[in-house]
């Protein structure tokens, strides 16, 4: 049974960094790729970035490009989110994701809010 637990968020200003966490458990960690995806109140879920499942790759939003980083530890099967710089409109639910066999599957998600 795959499961996916996040953490990390809070409530951090403007200008402030969190990182958030994703521990996968239920599959062979180390061989698939992984997201985080976030949603903000009325808007639709969107992608953040993802990581292959080797690290090799790494793509980004363009609104998180160069203030984000994406990496993983395969051996904790472990998905991370570093963010800096954030901004108000950062304020969302963080998920991860991973697609095994065509099915998405989520984490509960974590809340991050940027606010002075």
């Known amino acids: 049974q795959v499961q996916l637990v996040e953490s990390g968020g809070g409530l951090v200003q403007p200008g402030g960094s969190l990182r958030l966490s994703c521990v996968a458990s239920?599959?062979?960690?180390?061989?698939?790729?992984m997201r985080w995806y976030r949603q903000a109140p009325g808007k639709e879920r969107e992608t953040v970035a993802f990581?292959?499942?080797?690290?090799?790759?790494?793509t980004y939003a363009d609104s998180v490009k160069g203030r984000f980083t994406i990496s993983r530890d395969n051996a904790k099967s472990t998905v991370y989110l570093q963010m800096n710089s954030l901004k108000p409109e950062d304020t969302a639910v963080y998920y991860c994701?991973?697609?095994?066999?065509?099915?998405?599957?989520w984490g509960q998600g974590t809340q991050v809010t940027v606010s002075s």
């Open positions: 994701n991973i697609v095994i066999g065509g099915n998405r599957n």
């Open positions: 239920g599959f062979t960690f180390s061989n698939y790729a």
């Open positions: 990581i292959s499942s080797t690290s090799g790759i790494t």
